[in-house]
């Protein structure tokens, strides 16, 4: 399976956030949304960084509380590693595994074009294994 028809089942909406949004507004997104990560970009194209639950919760233990006014470009990772649409899911689950993140944006043209988590990663790869179960079942069967 691959990377565009996890974002054709899911859709390519994908939350973003201003580089001066501060990290408590971050946080509300978050909850609105019900998501771990938003992806940081002027424009909604042009991709900056990311932003996680995990760096909130980094930059909290490191410097207290205080800092929720700060920007999230102060504690957004920039270094992203992406994904294209033509790209397989166990491609996603290798880099995912590897550099231990939970998100990949995908980009087309340089442009934002979707996000896949590893929820998704998971879901696609339980709808694979059923699949292949049942057209085992079939097969034995002689259905």
């Known amino acids: ?20 949004t501060t990290i408590d507004i971050l946080l509300s997104h978050l909850a609105e ?5 938003a992806l940081v970009s002027p424009d909604g194209e ?31 990772t920039s270094e992203i590693t992406t994904a294209t649409p033509e790209d397989t899911i166990e491609h996603l689950m290798a ?13 087309v043209d ?3 074009a979707g996000l896949v988590s590893i929820g998704d990663v998971v879901k696609s ?8 179960r049942e057209h085992l079942i079939s097969y034995i069967s002689g259905s």
């Open 110 to 112: 340089g442009k934002l």
């Open 95 to 107: 880099v995912m595994t590897e550099e231990r993140v939970r998100h990949i944006p995908v980009l």
């Open 46 to 76: 042009v991709l900056l960084g990311i932003v996680s639950e995990r760096d909130v919760v980094r930059n909290l233990d490191h410097t207290g509380a205080s800092p929720l006014s700060r920007p999230v470009t102060d504690i957004m």
């Open 1 to 20: 399976m691959l990377v565009r028809d996890v974002l054709a089942r899911k859709g390519s909406t994908v939350v973003t956030v201003s580089p001066e």
């Open 33 to 37: 949304y019900n998501i771990g990560a």
């Open 125 to 132: 790869r339980m709808d694979e294994l059923e699949s292949e």
